[in-house]
C-alpha cells in the first residue's frame, strides 16, 4: 500500500463542491470548497494533490451536480467511484454538514463500499436520455391539459357538454380549438378561451411528443439495432434500457447486475427456520417499466411466451409471480444485446 496515497471525497452542490481529503489510515486530513466552475475543479484537484498521492475519489452525484467535477477528475487519471448519500443511521449518529458528507465520501471509497462506476455522458445513451427527459415531461402535460379541458366540459351546460365533449381524443381537442363564441355572458366567453387554450396547448404538446417519437425512433435503430429487433422492444423501452446501462457498459458487469440495477433481482428475505425472497422494489423505476412492457407485449402476442405463461400457471403461479419471472428472463435475453449495441 502507497503510504502517501491519499483519498478525495466530495459532496456536490450546484453553486459550490466541498471536497475532504482523508489517509489511507483514515485520517482526516483536510476540506475544502470551490466553486463548480472549470477553474473550480483543477483548483480542488490541485489542493488534493498537495496532501498527497490522489489516485481515488468519491462523488456524490456523478451524473447530476458532480457529472462536471467528474470529467475533469477522469480526464486526470483519477479513479472515480459514485458514492451514495449516507444513510440516516450514520446521519444521526455523526450530524449533517457539507465536509461531514464529504468525509463520508471518501470513507465510503477508502473501506470499498463505494464500487460504482460513474456513468459517462457522451455517446448515444446520453442523446437517448436527454430526448426522453423531455418526452415524459411533454406526455405528462399532454396529460394534464386533456383532463382540464374534459373537466370544463363535464361542468359546461348541457348543450356546449353535448356539442364538444366526445370519448375520442382527437375529436375532442379538434372541437375546442375550432369554437369561435359559445355565447355572450363573462362565463361563456371565458370558457370558449380557456377551452381554446387548452385544446392548443394539448395539439402542441402532441406535436413535440411524436417530433421526440420520430428522434428516439431514429437513435434506437442507429445505436441499438440488436436490441430493437427483439419481439416487443419497441423505441422508447430501447432508449430507457440503453440509458439505464450507460455509455460505458464495461460498469456492469453480468446480466445480474443489470437485473439489479432495473429493480427484478429477487432478494434474500430469510430469517430462522424461513427460506424465502422478496421484491425488490429498489433500482431504476422507468427500467422496471420497460421490463414489464416487453413482458406484457409478449404475453399478449408471442406465442413462446404465451406457453411459457400457460405452464406457469398450471403450477400455481399467480399472473404477478409470472410477470416478475418474465422480467428477469427478459433481463438475462436483452443484457448480451445491450452491451454488443452499446460496444458497436
Given at each position: 500500500m502507497?503510504?502517501?496515497?491519499?483519498?478525495?471525497?466530495?459532496?456536490?452542490?450546484?453553486?459550490?463542491?466541498?471536497?475532504?481529503?482523508?489517509?489511507?489510515?483514515?485520517?482526516?486530513l483536510?476540506?475544502?470548497?470551490?466553486?463548480?466552475?472549470?477553474?473550480?475543479?483543477?483548483?480542488?484537484?490541485?489542493w488534493?494533490?498537495?496532501?498527497?498521492?490522489?489516485?481515488?475519489?468519491?462523488?456524490?452525484?456523478?451524473?447530476?451536480?458532480?457529472?462536471?467535477?467528474?470529467?475533469?477528475l477522469?480526464?486526470?487519471?483519477?479513479?472515480?467511484?459514485?458514492?451514495?448519500?449516507?444513510?440516516?443511521?450514520?446521519?444521526?449518529?455523526?450530524?449533517?454538514?457539507?465536509?461531514?458528507?464529504?468525509?463520508?465520501?471518501?470513507?465510503?471509497?477508502?473501506?470499498g463500499?463505494?464500487?460504482?462506476?460513474p456513468k459517462?455522458?457522451?455517446?448515444?445513451?446520453?442523446?437517448?436520455?436527454?430526448?426522453?427527459?423531455?418526452?415524459r415531461?411533454?406526455?405528462?402535460?399532454?396529460?394534464?391539459?386533456?383532463?382540464q379541458?374534459?373537466?370544463?366540459?363535464?361542468?359546461?351546460?348541457?348543450?356546449?357538454?353535448?356539442?364538444?365533449?366526445?370519448?375520442?381524443?382527437?375529436?375532442?381537442?379538434?372541437?375546442?380549438?375550432?369554437?369561435?363564441?359559445?355565447?355572450t355572458?363573462?362565463?361563456?366567453?371565458?370558457?370558449t378561451?380557456?377551452?381554446?387554450?387548452?385544446?392548443?396547448?394539448?395539439?402542441?404538446?402532441?406535436?413535440?411528443?411524436?417530433?421526440?417519437?420520430?428522434?428516439?425512433?431514429r437513435?434506437?435503430?442507429?445505436h441499438?439495432?440488436?436490441?430493437?429487433?427483439?419481439?416487443?422492444?419497441?423505441?422508447?423501452?430501447?432508449?430507457?434500457?440503453?440509458?439505464?446501462?450507460?455509455?460505458n457498459?464495461?460498469?456492469?458487469?453480468?446480466?445480474?447486475?443489470?437485473?439489479?440495477?432495473?429493480?427484478?433481482?429477487?432478494?434474500?428475505?430469510s430469517?430462522?427456520?424461513?427460506?424465502?425472497?422478496?421484491?425488490?422494489?429498489?433500482?431504476?423505476?422507468?427500467?422496471?417499466?420497460?421490463?414489464?412492457?416487453?413482458?406484457?407485449?409478449?404475453?399478449?402476442?408471442?406465442?413462446?411466451?404465451?406457453?411459457?405463461?400457460?405452464?406457469?400457471?398450471?403450477?400455481?403461479?399467480?399472473?404477478?409471480?409470472?410477470?416478475?419471472?418474465?422480467?428477469?428472463y427478459i433481463?438475462?435475453?436483452?443484457?448480451?444485446?445491450i452491451?454488443?449495441?452499446?460496444?458497436?
Amino acid at each position: 500500500m502507497n503510504q502517501n496515497e491519499v483519498i478525495l471525497g466530495v459532496d456536490t452542490h450546484l453553486d459550490k463542491h466541498v471536497g475532504a481529503v482523508i489517509s489511507v489510515a483514515g485520517k482526516l486530513l483536510a476540506t475544502q470548497a470551490v466553486e463548480t466552475t472549470a477553474a473550480g475543479y483543477l483548483q480542488l484537484l490541485a489542493w488534493a494533490r498537495s496532501l498527497g498521492d490522489v489516485r481515488r475519489a468519491g462523488i456524490e452525484g456523478t451524473a447530476t451536480y458532480g457529472s462536471g467535477l467528474t470529467k475533469a477528475l477522469r480526464d486526470n487519471n483519477i479513479e472515480v467511484f459514485e458514492v451514495n448519500r449516507p444513510d440516516r443511521a450514520t446521519r444521526r449518529s455523526r450530524g449533517k454538514s457539507d465536509p461531514t458528507d464529504a468525509e463520508s465520501a471518501a470513507c465510503a471509497v477508502l473501506s470499498g463500499r463505494a464500487t460504482a462506476i460513474p456513468k459517462e455522458q457522451s455517446g448515444a445513451a446520453q442523446a437517448m436520455r436527454a430526448v426522453s427527459v423531455a418526452r415524459r415531461s411533454a406526455v405528462k402535460a399532454r396529460t394534464q391539459a386533456i383532463n382540464q379541458l374534459r373537466g370544463l366540459l363535464v361542468s359546461a351546460p348541457q348543450e356546449i357538454r353535448e356539442r364538444l365533449l366526445s370519448a375520442r381524443t382527437e375529436e375532442c381537442v379538434g372541437a375546442c380549438a375550432r369554437v369561435r363564441s359559445l355565447g355572450t355572458t363573462i362565463l361563456l366567453k371565458s370558457l370558449t378561451a380557456t377551452l381554446r387554450i387548452l385544446a392548443k396547448r394539448w395539439l402542441a404538446l402532441d406535436a413535440e411528443i411524436k417530433l421526440m417519437d420520430s428522434q428516439l425512433e431514429r437513435l434506437t435503430n442507429d445505436h441499438a439495432p440488436k436490441l430493437r429487433a427483439e419481439f416487443g422492444v419497441g423505441a422508447q423501452t430501447a432508449a430507457v434500457l440503453i440509458c439505464v446501462a450507460g455509455d460505458n457498459p464495461d460498469r456492469l458487469k453480468s446480466e445480474a447486475a443489470l437485473a439489479a440495477l432495473c429493480g427484478v433481482s429477487p432478494l434474500q428475505a430469510s430469517s430462522g427456520k424461513t427460506a424465502r425472497h422478496r421484491l425488490n422494489r429498489g433500482g431504476d423505476r422507468a427500467a422496471n417499466n420497460a421490463l414489464w412492457t416487453i413482458a406484457m407485449v409478449r404475453m399478449r402476442s408471442e406465442p413462446r411466451t404465451q406457453a411459457y405463461v400457460a405452464r406457469r400457471t398450471s403450477e400455481g403461479l399467480s399472473r404477478k409471480e409470472i410477470q416478475r419471472c418474465l422480467k428477469r428472463y427478459i433481463v438475462r435475453e436483452l443484457y448480451p444485446l445491450i452491451l454488443a449495441d452499446l460496444r458497436h
